[in-house]
Nanobody, 127 residues
Framework: QVQLVESGGGLVQTGTSLRLSCAVS????????MGWFRQAPGKEREFVAA????????FHADSVKGRFTISKDNAMNTVYLQMDKLKPEDTALYYC????????????????????WGQGTQVTVSS
């Protein structure tokens, strides 16, 4: 059974950094396209970033481009989201997601494309 466990969230001040981690178990990690999404109270879940199976291709939402960076370590079965220059509008519950045995497509911006999800980790940025 595939399991995704996020960690690294917290309460931080504007302009600081956090690194989220998502550990994956239960299947060959290198077969997954991985993504990060976030959901603020009263809002829909939105795409943040994604990374190809090899880790060689990445995608970032315009709202985080230049501030957030997705990466993965296939040896550690872990995907990361480095978040710099955090803003109050980044406050949300951040979810890790995995798509099994499929190359990335434009469908990856849709949460429904992904097969597996973690439980989420809260990020709160104070002004």
């Amino acid at each position: 059974q595939v399991q995704l466990v996020e960690s690294g969230g917290g309460l931080v001040q504007t302009g600081t950094s956090l690194r989220l981690s998502c550990a994956v178990s239960g299947r060959s990690f290198s077969s997954f396209t991985m993504g990060w999404f976030r959901q603020a109270p009263g809002k829909e879940r939105e795409f943040v970033a994604a990374i190809s199976r090899s880790g060689g291709v990445t995608f970032h939402a315009d709202s985080v481009k230049g501030r957030f960076t997705i990466s993965k370590d296939n040896a550690m079965n872990t995907v990361y989201l480095q978040m710099d220059k955090l803003k109050p509008e980044d406050t949300a519950l951040y979810y890790c997601a995995a798509k099994d045995a499929s190359s990335y497509t434009t469908d990856m911006y849709n949460p429904g494309w992904f097969d597996y999800w973690g439980q989420g980790t809260q990020v709160t940025v104070s002004s």
